[in-house]
Nanobody
Framework: QVQLVESGGGLVQPGGSLNLSCATS????????MGWFRQTPGKEREFVAS????????DYADSVKGRFTISRDNAKNTVSLQMNSLKPEDTAVYYC?????????????????????WGQGTQVTVSS
């Protein structure tokens, strides 16, 4: 079982930036796919971005495209989410997730069910 630990959340003003990081440990096999999701109270956890661990192919939700960038550092086993031009509607708990079933490729990469391991989440609050 892999452990995922997010960090980097906090309070930021509208228009500001934050960089979230997700550290992976506990499993020798690298994940096939890493994703970031977010959730606000009373709402479903929603897809934000994903990256293929080996090839680096990325995907973004329309709401964050052009503002957020997902990247990975294979040597450090970390995945990051650089968030720029933040808006109040970006306020949420952000979760890192890992998927290991490589035979599925990027199928269902925007769905929570695709991912086997999850971090505990980090709060991002965008407010003046």
């Amino acid at each position: 079982q892999v452990q995922l630990v997010e960090s980097g959340g906090g309070l930021v003003q509208p228009g500001g930036s934050l960089n979230l990081s997700c550290a992976t440990s506990g499993r020798t096999l690298s994940p096939y796919l890493m994703g970031w999701f977010r959730q606000t109270p009373g709402k479903e956890r929603e897809f934000v971005a994903s990256i293929v661990w080996s090839g680096g192919s990325t995907d973004y939700a329309d709401s964050v495209k052009g503002r957020f960038t997902i990247s990975r550092d294979n040597a450090k086993n970390t995945v990051s989410l650089q968030m720029n031009s933040l808006k109040p509607e970006d306020t949420a708990v952000y979760y890192c997730a890992a998927a290991f079933k490589s035979f599925l490729g990027t199928l269902y990469s925007r769905s929570r069910v695709r991912y086997e391991s999850w971090g505990q989440g980090t709060q991002v609050t965008v407010s003046s």
